[in-house]
């Protein structure tokens, strides 16, 4: 085990190196750290999860991106890059390149092996902070199961976890209903 000391690394400076960067990196306590690359199903399930919502919110005031489109979280002052990001209305961006993203009002990711406890822990106190966050779908890779939390309008969080492939998920804030077996096609367990 390593005992040098990693360099702090500014906002400014990350943004700077991520903005030409070839390979993406998040950004937390002034370290970054570089993004594996995904496995196919992740791919798969990122494609099918892309033109199910996509297709649901074609000419509404909600829109959907995919795993490029960082996401600054201020409170925490640290970057990620969610599976998929929904926001409706205006996006609000952090600056005038307008590739970072402020808020969302629901976020989805494809959990894998390495990081599906801090996805479900950390990075969710995260995703918490944010002002219009309603709901956080948690779509498995290694079989056929999601988690969605739902804020509540006391602030409290429901979890409510589908395993059937004829289940539906709805994610009411943006108004999308998924058949989970629709988020596994062609994916090979």
């Known amino acids: 085990m390593s005992t040098v000391p990693l360099p702090f690394v500014s906002i400014d400076q990350y943004l700077k190196a991520e903005r030409g960067a070839e390979f993406r990196s998040e950004y937390a306590d002034g370290q970054m750290f570089a993004m594996s690359g995904g496995t196919l199903n992740h791919a798969r399930i990122v494609r099918n999860l892309i033109q199910e919502v996509g297709g649901q919110l074609k000419g509404r005031d909600c829109e959907v991106a995919a795993n490029d489109l960082r996401l600054f979280i201020s409170r925490f002052r640290q970057f990620t890059y969610p599976d998929l990001v ?49 709901e956080y779908l948690l779509v498995a890779q290694d079989s056929v199961n999601a988690e969605l939390l739902v804020r509540q309008s006391d602030g409290t969080w429901i979890l409510r976890e589908f395993t059937s492939g004829d289940d539906w998920i709805e994610l009411k804030s943006v108004g999308c209903r998924l058949r989970l077996d629709s988020l596994y096609d062609r994916v090979e367990f």
Do not use: H, M, Q, W
């Open 86 to 134: 929904i926001f409706c209305g205006v996006p609000r961006f952090l600056d005038d390149r307008r590739d970072t993203i402020t808020d969302a009002t629901a976020i989805i990711e494809v959990l894998s092996p390495s990081t599906k406890n801090y996805d479900r822990s950390a990075k969710f106190d995260l995703y918490r902070s944010l002002p219009s966050f309603e």
